[in-house]
């Protein structure tokens, strides 16, 4: 009988070697290339695996001839479909992307941030968690500044950071080529002038946008708002918008993701958002920073529920007893998609970057325990959740809130400096056996013990080992198995003893920044991330 060592990659049939490959990145195709010509060949020669260039990776030395070689031996002359991301890729000038446009066009995918991006859109994808790791571990962005449009305290320097600006005669000239097929667009921070946006309107066929800091103004984005009508995401962070412009944004009724900044509480209320908000049925992906608006209760509450909670939720049962319709007595139907991800943060960073001394003002915003209820009862499904700087709620609140998202995959909470909070008690594996990322900013747990619990201290396991659940697998192997980030500002009661084990036994952890915790000798809150 052969042995089973004698196994090897080269040796699997054709087809199972291109299915694995199909979820390689570019660094990885390239890899493989040097391995063995038949892994050469079939990565030359396959052109869906070229189709998708991300050369965002390769931002800080990706030069003009490089975009060139590779765009002349990896994309033929038939090929259709063309997707390119440079987010980031300040060496790129912006002759060169006409250049590339003399040469391949139709594209169907263009992203021209002006940083790399800090989340990658495409989040339906089997192997977006390692593509997403991958950003955690050598994207600058996300040890330097966090996720775009939070506040930090920014370092000061002795010279402002030239960020990459592409001129819109190349940006206008890429898209009109393209105009009949672009589905994905994404020009972050780039500088973009009235003339731009009329292509940009051009695109009918576009599904997801991104406009997020390129000053235009709202004329421009409602032209091209109302001839967009099949966008599904958008992100407009870091625009001053109009409740004319929000009115639009109502009017895209496939819209899954939107991410806006609400900048002049005079234009924008919370009754404006929470309008806009009950229209979009679909809404699976909702963040708004930069928030001044006062109470943010009405924007949950009654921008994104679908049934009516003013207390703690102990039996979903009786909550939905108390909205039957009076016609027939029945049950009211959900008429609108569970959310999976809500970001929350208040009026911060809306000073350019670029500054050499940047001006840091800080808020906060009001949300109180009756919008942690509606959302227990509402989205319990939620994958991520961040609140910044959040005011009026309590450790209560909180906690009937964890116990009801078992999918929890991101729990980020900040208190509002001054404020008091109570410690957590449902904030452990038991609640939340998923959590990936943990960010606490003056937020204390009751017992950090239960987040490093061992195997001999539960009985939830079956004498011949196997876990009923996540809860039960949690327990057997201690702790969050899946954490990836940790974050902890001023919180007293985490011990070197608890990030000790929790690094030996969450072998998935890949980013920590702890200041100000326990007896951990960190104590510049500038401090930088440590890579696990």
Not at 13 to 25: G, H, M, Q, W
Not at 511 to 524: E, Y
Request: hydrophobic share 40%; glycine share 4%; aromatic share 8%.
């Amino acid at each position: 009988m052969e042995k089973v060592n004698n196994l090897k990659l080269d040796i699997l049939p054709t087809e199972v070697i291109l299915a694995i490959f199909k979820y390689l990145s570019v660094i990885d195709k390239c890899q493989l290339c040097q391995v063995c010509k038949r892994f050469r060949l079939l990565i030359y020669n396959n052109i869906e695996f070229w189709k998708y260039l991300d050369l965002s990776p390769f931002g800080e030395y990706l030069s003009n001839q490089d975009l060139f070689i590779i765009a002349k031996t990896r994309w033929k002359s038939d090929m259709e479909g063309h997707k390119l991301d440079l987010s980031g890729c300040k060496l790129i000038a912006s002759y060169a992307l006409e250049k590339l446009v003399e040469m391949h066009s139709n594209f169907q995918e263009i992203h021209l941030n002006a940083e790399p991006r800090y989340d990658n859109w495409r989040y339906e994808i089997e192997n977006d968690d390692w593509i997403k790791r991958q950003y955690f571990k050598k994207c600058s962005t996300f040890s330097k500044f966090g996720r775009p449009g939070l506040y930090q305290r920014w370092k000061i320097t002795k010279k402002s950071t030239q960020s990459w600006k592409i001129s819109n005669k190349s940006i206008q000239t890429i898209l009109k080529g393209s105009v009949k097929n672009l589905k994905y667009l994404s020009l972050g921070n780039q500088s973009l002038h009235p003339e731009t946006a009329i292509v940009i309107s051009n695109c009918s066929q576009l599904v997801q946008l991104d406009l997020s800091g390129t000053n235009l103004n709202n004329a421009s984005l409602q032209d091209i708002l109302s001839h967009v009508n099949q966008l599904e995401f958008l992100k407009l962070l870091d625009l001053e918008l109009s409740a004319m412009t929000l009115m639009m944004v109502s009017l895209l009724k496939n819209l899954r993701q939107l991410h806006i900044s609400v900048q002049n509480r005079s234009i924008i209320s919370a009754k404006t958002i929470a309008d806009m908000l009950k229209n979009l049925k679909k809404l699976v992906d909702f963040r708004m920073n930069q928030t001044m608006i006062g109470e943010v209760d009405r924007v949950v509450i009654e921008g994104l529920s679908w049934i009516f909670c003013d207390g703690p939720v102990e039996d979903l049962t009786s909550i939905l007893e108390k909205n039957k319709i009076k016609n027939g007595g029945k049950i009211v139907e959900q008429n609108r998609s569970p959310l999976h991800h809500l970001d929350l943060s208040p009026k911060l960073d809306i000073y350019p970057r670029g500054q050499q001394r940047s001006t840091q003002i800080e808020h906060y915003i009001t949300i109180s325990n009756s919008s942690l209820w509606s959302l227990a009862v509402n989205h319990p499904f939620l994958i991520s959740l961040r609140l910044v700087n959040a005011y009026a709620i309590s450790a209560e609140g909180i906690d009937g809130l964890l116990s009801s998202l078992q999918c929890l995959e991101i729990f980020e909470l900040r208190r509002w400096r001054g404020t008091e909070l109570d410690p957590l008690q449902k904030l452990t594996p038991t609640f939340c056996p998923k959590l990936k990322e943990i960010v606490l900013h003056g937020i204390e747990v009751a017992n950090f013990d239960e987040w490093t619990r061992d195997e001999n201290s539960t009985n939830n396991v079956t004498q011949t080992g196997e876990c009923r659940d996540d809860k039960d697998r949690v327990l057997r192997n201690g702790g969050f198995q899946d954490l990836e980030i940790l974050d902890l500002l001023e919180v007293s009661t985490f011990f070197k003893k608890h990030f000790d084990i929790i690094v030996k036994n969450c072998v998935k952890l890949c980013k920590v920044r702890l200041v100000r915790v326990g007896d951990l000798n960190f104590l510049d809150e500038e401090s930088e991330w440590m890579d696990i």
